[in-house]
């Protein structure tokens, strides 16, 4: 994996999240709150430096389906 994805897509996702700062959850800052806890989870899990990087990526994009469907965005 390339090195060090993380703050390229932590860019992409404000950009993307950014505008939508009137939702609680919806927003960069949620996507923040939850790549810094599974930080947490995932070295306590003991999970390899890719596996880390892959849970960061899934973390920081989680709500980004909202963008285009505000109903049952998860699956998006």
């Known amino acids: ?4 994805l993380i703050p390229d897509i932590k860019k992409y996702v404000n950009m993307l ?5 009137d939702h609680y959850y919806h927003q960069y800052e949620h996507a923040l709150d939850v790549m810094n806890r599974s930080i947490e989870l995932g070295q306590k899990e003991g999970l390899s430096k890719d596996n880390l990087e892959l849970l960061l990526i899934a ?16 699956f998006i």
């Open 17 to 21: 999240l950014g505008p939508l700062e």
């Open 1 to 4: 994996m390339k090195d060090n």
């Open 59 to 74: 973390a920081l994009f989680h709500d980004t389906g909202f963008i285009i469907q505000y109903d049952d965005n998860e």
